[in-house]
């Protein structure tokens, strides 16, 4: 079967770092994506990852290794709007996203 | 820019009636998504569209139906609710198989 396993919650400090796995196992893999949502509303694009290495776009960073099935989301300077679940997901062989049921990330001052 | 539009927002059903979902996308996009969302759950795609005349089932069709007779316009039916299907429904649309989806702001609904 496919699977993508993120954690359920994490809580950080404004101002902190923090960082937001994913591991996957599908079948195939076409890319990895990373997708913001805050409560009651729509998803964001993030970021997209689909060779080994990061990926670097302001304060947030996506890192992925394909050979360990494994991809981070590293949030810096955390801002209180950055208070958000956290998607991860992958496409697989059949270009479908597989994705995993997010992590709630809570921001306290 | 108003992108990806669904409608209704929430709506509350019976057990048995049916609806059609709307979702319209003002992109030029090829590629449409039906989506739900349910609590502790990833994403399920329930169908999928690669361009105008065309669907294709996802991982959970049981129980909808959709048409995209325009390029636009992405419908998802319900023939005959059950409360299993209350849940949040996402339509998304991209370019191309490979883009980013950009998702509409969901509908809620709730089968009593």
């Known amino acids: 079967g496919q699977n993508i396993d993120q954690p359920t919650e994490m809580t950080a400090t404004e101002g902190a770092i923090v960082q937001i796995n994913c591991t996957y196992q599908?079948?195939?893999?076409?890319?990895l994506f990373w997708y913001q949502q805050h409560a009651g509303e729509a998803p964001t694009f993030l970021s997209y990852?689909?060779l080994d290495g990061l990926e670097e776009k302001g304060r947030f960073s996506s890192f992925l290794s394909r050979s360990k099935g494994y991809s981070y989301l590293l949030l810096k300077e955390l801002q209180m709007k950055d208070s958000a679940s956290y998607l991860c997901?992958?496409?697989?062989?059949?270009?479908?996203?597989?994705w995993g049921a997010g992590t709630k990330l809570i921001i306290k001052p | 820019n108003a992108g990806v539009t669904q409608t209704p927002k929430f709506r509350v059903l019976k057990t048995g009636q049916s609806m059609t979902l709307l979702c319209a996308q003002d992109?030029?996009?090829?590629?449409m998504y039906w989506y739900r969302q349910d609590p502790g759950m990833g994403l399920r795609l329930i169908h999928y569209?690669?361009?105008?005349?065309?669907?294709a089932k996802g991982e959970v069709p049981d129980g909808y139906n959709v048409s995209r007779l325009k390029k636009q316009n992405f419908l998802l039916g319900l023939e005959s609710a059950a409360p299993s299907q209350t849940s949040v429904y996402f339509c998304?649309?991209?370019?191309?198989?490979?883009?980013?989806?950009?998702f509409g702001d969901g509908t809620r609904l709730s089968i009593l």
């Open positions: 998304a649309s991209s370019e191309t198989e490979s883009a980013p989806q950009h």
């Open positions: 992109m030029n996009h090829e590629y």
């Open positions: 569209s690669v361009g105008e005349g065309t669907t």
């Open positions: 599908t079948s195939g893999f076409n890319g």
């Open positions: 990852n689909v």
């Open positions: 997901a992958v496409r697989d062989s059949n270009y479908q996203l597989i």
